[in-house]
């Protein structure tokens, strides 16, 4: 069965720092690019990050642009997302999710999620 499994969100205060992981089993995810997505309550699922399958290439949101970095690491199986100066409005439940077609801001353009990580960041 393969599954994408994220882990490290929690509580912080505004201004500090989070390291999401997530991991891939039943399948290697090294030939896939993979992208962050995060869902604030009320509020539809919205772009983060993605890192193509060699990690050359990295694509970020606005919002978070500057503050938050993606990698991966092909060997272990992992993609991550380093979350510093993070704000109130970064408060979620973040999703890891592997790439099927098309743009990497698009939703729809992934085909395996993760069941997701709770971020909330207090003020």
């Known amino acids: 069965q393969v599954q994408l499994v994220e882990s490290g969100g929690g509580l912080v205060q505004a201004g500090g720092s989070l390291r999401l992981s997530c991991a891939a089993s039943g399948r290697t995810i090294s030939n896939s690019n993979m992208g962050w997505f995060r869902q604030a309550p009320g509020k539809e699922r919205e772009f983060v990050a993605a890192i193509s399958f060699s990690g050359a290439n990295t694509f970020y949101a606005d919002s978070v642009k500057g503050r938050f970095t993606i990698s991966r690491d092909n060997a272990k199986n992992t993609v991550s997302l380093q979350m510093n100066s993070l704000k109130p409005e970064d408060t979620a439940v973040y999703y890891c999710?592997?790439?099927?077609?098309?743009?990497?801001?698009?939703?729809?353009?992934?085909?395996?999620w993760g069941q997701g990580t709770q971020v909330t960041v207090s003020s």
């Open positions: 999710a592997a790439h099927s077609s098309g743009s990497f801001k698009e939703r729809r353009s992934y085909g395996l």
